[in-house]
């Protein structure tokens, strides 16, 4: 269980791991809290974002949809490996997802199979949507995969966490095929590696 760190402390701890980052306008006050309370954070979410482009992704992850607003993550990969910073507090990435899998990630165990949605991920994970098509076809550039490697493995070390900490959408909500192109065994394979 941890706080989450001030958006100053979050920028420093990327750039700490060799992690190339843009800021987005006001990111830093863009969020999502008038919803509902942002913490205790438990862990990182990956996601790929269903689009092409890299100004398009940001602008999209940054201002949501007319049927979720934005902020969608809080950074935004891009092809080139750049960490777009679009907002910073509760976002809408998560959604509702099951409450065995949030425990099974506090307790940095193996995952159980996701089959219920009953708990507020918003809350409890840092997002990362990744810019690729997700589907399976659309190629992840060695840079794009080495910044999710980073971003991860930065959050991580902040907290104390383990690659356990680091979890795919898939994971976490029944019906979700993010991210799609590399598995989230392989990618926590990559995390642990680089956390020793």
């Excluded at 949605?117 to 995969?145: M, S």
Aim: charged letters at 25%; one cysteine or more.
């Amino acid at each position: 269980m941890a706080s989450p760190m001030s958006a100053g402390t979050f920028l420093d701890a990327l750039r700490a791991e060799g992690v190339t980052v843009v800021e987005v306008g006001d990111w830093r006050h863009h969020n999502r809290n008038h919803k509902g309370p942002w913490g205790p954070v438990h862990g990182v979410m990956i996601h790929h974002t269903v689009t092409r482009g890299s100004a398009l992704t940001v602008a999209l992850c940054r201002d949501g949809r007319p049927d979720l607003p934005g902020p969608l993550c809080h950074g935004v990969i891009t092809k080139d490996g750049t960490v777009h910073l679009v907002g910073y507090g509760r976002a809408n990435h998560a959604g509702l997802g099951d409450d065995d899998v949030l425990r099974a990630v506090i307790a940095e165990k193996a995952l159980p199979q996701d089959n219920e949605a009953d708990t507020d991920g918003n809350r409890h994970f840092y997002g990362f949507e990744c810019e690729n098509l997700g589907d399976g076809q659309d190629p992840w550039p060695v840079a794009q995969l080495e910044a999710v490697e980073k971003v991860s493995a930065a959050l991580c070390r902040h907290h104390g966490w383990t690659e356990r900490s680091v979890i795919g959408h898939l994971e976490w909500q029944p019906g979700k095929v993010d991210p799609r192109g590399f598995t989230m065994t392989w990618l926590r394979e990559r995390i642990r590696d680089r956390l020793k």
